[in-house]
């Protein structure tokens, strides 16, 4: 009989500290500088690059980082259907997967956009957002995309496999499991190679192991597929 996952196994949640920055280390650094400093300029901060290249994990790290520090956040990405009106308690916005935003969304996020700007009450707030590619080349209101292009933008580049792997293996570690080098084989070349797909296959992987008490290995894998 397959016993209950214990609260234990959880994917680390996303930090700046643990984000590899090979190749991306200057927008690591402006971001890590404005999220720990209350008195940041209200300059936005724009970021773009593929899938997997980690621009959630930043934004969430970065909203993260913000409200340890008691500050509030407003946020809105693609999956957000019904998002609130602005609230004047946020002094950070955060619009993740801009280039997938309805027109509904768009007219959310220019208002946003537009109260942190000239908010009724209190200094300008920072907006950070992020999308698949430059502001320039989204499919966006004109209002609301030439102005996620006013202030700073990065783009972020995809890990390299050396790098994809040292990702993988310490997520794996941070959670006290074992990857041979063989299950790392197996999982780079037969599943998406993306970040967040790895890390969600993980995710599952983990669950799985603990469910069997079983060890991850080649043959959990074929199982869990088999037995979702």
């Excluded at 724009?46 to 500050?71: D, N, P």
């Excluded at 537009?114 to 698949?132: C, F, I, K, T, Y």
């Excluded at 966006?140 to 993988?168: K, P």
């Amino acid at each position: 009989m397959e016993q209950l996952v214990l609260d234990m196994g959880l994917a680390p949640r996303p930090t700046l500290a643990n984000f590899l920055a090979d190749g991306n280390r200057d927008a690591l650094a402006h971001l890590a500088l404005w999220a720990h400093n209350p008195r940041r300029a209200p300059v936005p901060t724009y970021l773009w690059g593929g899938a997997g290249a980690g621009k959630t994990h930043l934004l969430q790290a970065v909203r993260a980082a913000v409200q340890a520090q008691g500050e509030a956040v407003g946020w809105l990405d693609a999956r957000t259907l019904a998002p609130p009106e602005f609230d004047e308690r946020w002094t950070v916005l955060v619009l993740d997967d801009c280039h997938l935003y309805t027109a509904g969304q768009q007219a959310v996020a220019f208002n946003w956009f537009v109260n942190a700007m000239a908010p009724g009450s209190g200094a300008a707030r920072w907006v950070l957002a992020a999308g698949d590619r430059p502001p320039a080349d989204l499919a966006l209101r004109e209002d609301l995309r030439t102005r996620l292009g006013w202030g700073h933008v990065f783009q972020l580049q995809a890990l390299a496999e050396a790098e994809r792997r040292a990702v993988l293996r310490r997520a794996a570690d941070e959670r006290g499991v074992f990857l041979s080098d063989e299950v790392m084989d197996f999982v780079l070349n037969r599943f998406s190679r993306d970040l967040s797909s790895l890390m969600a296959l993980l995710d599952q992987l983990d669950g799985y192991a603990l469910r069997t008490q079983r060890a991850i290995t080649i043959p959990l894998i074929k199982a869990m597929l088999e037995h979702p």
